[in-house]
């Protein structure tokens, strides 16, 4: 029997976590992303590359918290559809006993979540919760029933708080699970930013298909959100250069979507 009480999936309006997937060469979309992801990459032709170079900088920053400084926890906001190499294959790929949880409140992603976020290891934990990280209160309280909160963690924000309400909604979210988690954990942290126009312009044509908005953000809030913690090197950079020199792709042009990672000291 049909579950009265399911979320609504919506296929006549694009979604940015469907449309992202596009971009990223995924499969896990309808026909009205296909569309809204096509009028995009008119607008700006580089989306498609922030939107492979933002996974590109994710197994960068998962494989040295994980390799590097010896991270067994991670608390990923605002997931998205799982693609290839997620947090989860990242960070137990390096570390089996690694715990990832995965939080998210779009239907189509915990369905997807279910089904492809398991553990790639017997020593590992991976499991998702049913939260928006406007409530980060509640992500914390959920995320205490897998995580130990005595021991460092991983907080990961990518690509995801543009669809904040404000700046300084985005600030109070950041801040409040920073502060509930111990020192040593790190934050890894990406958006886009303001100084692409062609960006600015999608941006805003995706929020008048009716999709929920995405605001860029200048440079300087970006840099801002890492106020009070230790910046790894190189800092704060566009995601293309963040450490790239290491990975296959190598280093490449930056892009309008910076961020970085930084340890709460």
Known sequence: MPDDN??????????????????MGGKD??????????AGIEVDPDITTMAVQSRQFLIRAVTYLAGEVGIRQFLDIGTGLPTMQNTHQVAQSVAPESKIVYVDNDPLVLTHARALLTSTTPEGVTTYVDSDY???????ADARNVLNF???IGV???GVLGHAKSYEDLRRIVDTVMAAVP??????????????????????NYTGTGGTPYVPRPQAQIRAVFDGLELVE?????????RAAATEVGEIR??????????KP
């Open 234 to 242: 190189p800092g704060v950079t566009s995601i293309t250069q963040w």
């Open 150 to 152: 005595n021991e460092p």
């Open 29 to 38: 979309y309808y026909e009205i992303d296909r569309i809204a992801g096509d």
């Open 254 to 263: 930056p892009i309008s979507a910076y961020g970085g990672v930084a340890r």
């Open 156 to 158: 990961m924000f990518m």
């Open 134 to 140: 406007h409530f980060p209160e509640q992500i914390i």
């Open 183 to 204: 020192s040593g954990s790190y934050l890894v942290y990406w958006d886009g930013t303001d100084d692409s126009p062609d960006y600015v312009t999608l941006c805003e």
């Open 6 to 23: 399911a979320p609504l999936i919506r296929t006549d309006i694009p979604h940015s976590a469907r449309i992202w997937n596009y971009w």
